[in-house]
């Protein structure tokens, strides 16, 4: 309808999580005040903001009615004082699979390490072979692969991101992309090499990466979005990811409005469950045994 839509940057495919305004220490209220100036100035518009803190400030900013909805959840975990103690929370089959899949790898020469800034761009091409290797054209990440370079480097340049590897002599057989923030790692993107022979690398890279996060000290890891099964195998805490959805101007609300009304329809209800169905069938094939498989 010729309107802009106002969305979080990496909304689209690159699925961010835990969302909310950036504000330094202390400017919060100014931050907020400001983007209510900037929402509620004239013309319409609409706002689909997903990804979202339940808490967020910046659903105060939002004019008008704000319809808030869960989107997802995302299974965390704390992390204790030591990796052991982490493991004995963790179910007998995944301990299982560790003790085993990991003496086959070790026995294979593969080590693990992390990534500094020199070896950055080499890590970016194994992600794009691994994940291009695993997901192909259906991936949705690969198109927005660019965008997440950019930024990417960035994070690892402030410390604020860190890759972790699993390799045999030069060739990387898995690899894993984690934010470190606030005390929370949170696993990202990953991949792994599908030759059977490195069957449950990607879990036992996991399980390296958070063994590393006790070393450490952080406080806890974050799986992001998606109710996938083989994330409670490391998680047993869950919390909410939302989406928030607002308008300015006539124009807006008739389309927010409209929009919201087709949602609640019976057709478009029959539409999603069908949807629903078939995303679930296809996670299945593709994840049929994740832990085992090392995704």
């Known amino acids: 309808m010729g309107m802009s839509q106002l969305q979080f940057i990496g909304s689209r495919n690159l699925a961010a999580d835990h969302l909310d305004l950036v504000a330094a220490p202390g400017r919060e209220t100014t931050v907020v005040d400001s983007l209510t100036r900037w ?23 939002l004019p008008g009615t704000v319809h808030v909805e869960p989107q997802a959840i995302a299974p965390w975990s704390p992390l204790p004082r ?6 004995s929370g963790r179910p007998p089959a995944l301990l299982s699979t560790l003790r085993k899949r990991g003496k086959r790898l070790t026995r294979a020469g593969a080590t693990y390490r992390t990534v500094d800034v020199a070896g950055f761009d080499q890590s970016l091409l194994d992600l794009r072979r691994l994940h291009g290797g695993r997901w192909g054209k259906e991936s949705a990440f690969l198109p927005e692969f660019d965008r997440f370079s950019a930024a ?6 402030r410390g604020e991101m860190r890759v972790h590897v699993l ?8 690899i894993s992309f984690c934010f470190e923030v606030a005390g929370v790692v949170s696993f990202y993107q990953s991949g792994r090499d599908l030759d059977r022979q490195w069957n449950g690398a990607g879990t036992v890279l996991k399980a390296m990466v958070i063994e590393s996060a006790c070393k ?3 406080r806890a890891i974050d799986l992001l ?14 919390r909410p990811v939302v989406r928030a959805r607002a308008s300015r101007g006539l124009a807006g609300r008739l389309a927010l409005s409209s929009y919201l009304a087709l ?33």
Do not use: I, N
Not at 40 to 51: E, H, K, M, N, Y
Not at 152 to 157: F, H, I, L
């Open 82 to 87: 030591t990796f052991d103690e982490y493991l």
């Open 225 to 238: 979005r998606g109710p996938e099964a083989y994330k409670r195998e490391w998680a047993d805490e869950s």
């Open 167 to 174: 390799a045999v002599d030069d060739c990387v057989v898995a």
């Open 152 to 157: 990417a480097r960035v994070g690892v340049e």
């Open 263 to 295: 949602k609640r329809s019976p057709l478009r209800s029959l539409a999603q469950r069908a949807r629903a169905v078939a995303h679930r069938e296809g996670r299945r094939r593709a994840m049929e045994d994740p832990v085992r498989a090392g995704t």
């Open 216 to 218: 450490a000290g952080f």
């Open 39 to 61: 929402f509620g100035r004239s013309g319409s518009r609409l706002f689909d903001l997903g990804g979202l803190l339940p808490s967020s400030r910046v659903s105060e900013t």
